[in-house]
């Protein structure tokens, strides 16, 4: 114990103290950020898809309804927090705390630009799926703790979903992993960059469209949205897995599933849309300017695919992930293979 | 002397034997898959101590992110209220901790003849120059070639002896 004490008080120790300062100076930053732009998300979903469908959208809080998120959010801290009787209590308890851990720690791995991100690891794609992977323990737990069978049938549904989804996603990124040799985030956006007037011409949407197309759709697949969002289609299930929940453990679901989008989208820039790179000089407020913009484009085509396309059926969701996008994902793969061969 | 690694090892050693016990010994074998769960994050967490970044990530991916939720759903396929309310040992508890404790004894004493092996050519230099991805790769795809391709070959089969199995169902 002595030896113990003694590491801890030791000179060096004072190095990796500032060093977990540092960190936890970055946790802080990364997640305020994120939780603002999570609260801003929804409330940008409803003006798009308010104005696709000849709406308005949100107009009565504040100017163009700009303050929604804060009485949206004021509500859900005051509602009356429900707990069904027979629930099995500590489950319910930590189904959404699982779900919206699953989806924060994604958030560490994410360069926002080119020398910034939480934790720069070498397996930066892995640890994503390692997460989303958690993540969905949340859904089936809270499904099944709920005793409701809506729920349970919800958390069935979107566990097997996002099961059958992580196996296309994973293959489509194989591709992107193959051309740029690393599973670091940073190295694969670092591999994309380019500059002058064609700065996009490495980027690798263009040698991997298959790819970037399976991702795109088992995006969708893995964050519950429509047209995949069989686990909380409110014509059968009521609202699936999270039917029994209110108040503010609603609100963690409805953060987690969010910032899942978020981390997705971000993968999706970084994997396929050159991060943070872009037209203009490289320097750190051009690059955070090109990777939000691009994010959020790609979390306005969320939007865009909501307003416009009607849910798929269960059994053909099933179908379109295991017979079309894992063989297609697989075909990216021999061709990458081959071609990088060459 | 305990020092940080020591202290580090200490803990997850503990906590993987304690919740080893505490997850056969749950009535409801949801609870049981949950602290499963946690035991698998505790080893991915000693990988990671060893530097094996790719097989940390692995092992959650695929122990906790396949299998686990494939316990789920047969545990969902379960009567819970009638598991909770049965015996929680079954007629053979004595007979099973005799041959347990007597495996225990017989494994104990083999720890005295632990050596240390020499170490290999991947030390810690080496693998964070390479990228421990990169290092498992090299090492997978020369030297254990032919056992990863059998091993490859015997998960076909069972995947192929499955999906006819699930097929003579649908038919009949």
């Known amino acids: 114990m002595k030896a113990l004490l003694e590491t801890l008080i030791s000179p060096g120790s004072f190095d990796i103290i500032i060093n977990i300062g540092f960190i936890f100076g970055k946790i802080v930053i990364v997640v305020s950020v994120v939780m603002l732009a999570v609260a801003l998300a929804p409330y940008f979903e409803r003006k798009v898809i308010g104005h696709m469908q000849v709406r308005m959208g949100p107009m009565r809080v504040g100017p163009h309804g700009i303050l929604q998120p804060i009485a949206d959010a004021l509500k859900l801290f005051f509602k009356e927090d429900i707990i069904p009787a027979e629930s099995d209590k500590v489950i319910f308890f930590i189904a959404p705390v699982i779900t919206m851990f699953g989806a924060m720690t994604s958030l560490a791995v994410i360069p926002w630009w080119k020398s910034f991100a939480v934790a720069d690891i070498n397996i930066g794609i892995l640890f994503i799926f390692a997460m989303s992977s958690v993540g969905a323990y949340g859904i089936v737990m809270a499904g099944w703790a709920s005793n409701s069978k809506f729920s349970f049938l919800g958390g069935l549904r979107a ?34 960059a380019g500059e002058g007037l064609f700065f996009f011409k490495n980027w690798y949407i263009f040698p991997q ?5 399976v991702f795109f759709l088992s995006m969708l697949a893995e964050t519950n949205r429509t047209p995949f969002d069989m686990p909380e289609a ?14 503010f453990r609603f609100s963690l679901f409805f953060v987690g599933e969010y910032i899942a989008m978020f981390v997705m989208a971000a993968i999706g820039v970084i994997c396929f849309l050159g ?18 913009l691009k994010l959020c484009f790609v979390m ?41 061969i060459i | 002397m305990i020092t940080l ?21 749950r009535r409801n074998p949801v609870h049981s898959v949950l602290f499963m769960l946690i035991i698998f994050f505790h080893i991915a967490s000693l990988y990671l101590f060893l530097n094996a970044e790719f097989i940390a990530a692995i092992q959650i991916i695929v122990y906790a992110g396949a299998i686990l939720v494939l316990f789920l759903f047969v545990v969902f396929l379960l009567d819970l209220r009638a598991e ?44 964070t120059e390479m990228t421990h991805t990169k290092a498992i790769g090299t090492v997978l795809y020369t030297k254990y070639l032919f056992p990863f391709e059998v091993a490859s070959v015997v998960l076909l089969v069972a995947i192929v002896g499955a999906i006819t199995l699930a097929k003579r169902h649908t038919k009949s």
Do not use: C
């Open chain 1, 159 to 192: 566990s097997a979903q996002i099961i059958s989804y992580e196996v296309a996603m994973g293959m489509s990124l194989v591709g992107v992993m193959l051309l740029s040799g690393s599973l670091n985030l940073s190295e694969i956006a670092a591999a994309q």
């Open chain 1, 209 to 213: 469209i298959i790819a970037a197309g």
């Open chain 1, 234 to 247: 409110e014509s059968e299930l009521v609202a699936g897995y999270f039917t029994e929940y209110s108040g």
């Open chain 1, 275 to 292: 991060g943070w790179s872009g037209p203009g000089p490289s320097i750190v407020p051009l690059q955070l300017l090109w990777f939000v």
């Open chain 1, 300 to 340: 306005f085509l969320f939007f865009w695919i909501r307003a416009t396309v009607p849910r798929y059926r269960y059994d053909q969701l099933m179908a379109i992930g295991w017979k079309v996008l894992i063989p297609l994902a697989l075909l990216n793969i021999v061709i990458t293979a081959t071609l990088k």
């Open chain 2, 5 to 25: 690694p020591v202290f580090f090892f200490l803990y997850h050693a503990l906590v993987i034997v304690g919740l080893s016990l505490v997850t056969v010994s």
């Open chain 2, 84 to 127: 909770e309310h049965a015996d929680k040992y079954s007629m053979s508890q004595p007979a099973g901790a005799v041959l347990a404790l007597s495996l225990f004894a017989v494994l104990a004493s083999t720890m005295r003849g632990f050596v240390l092996g020499p170490h290999g050519i991947y030390g810690i230099e080496k693998i």
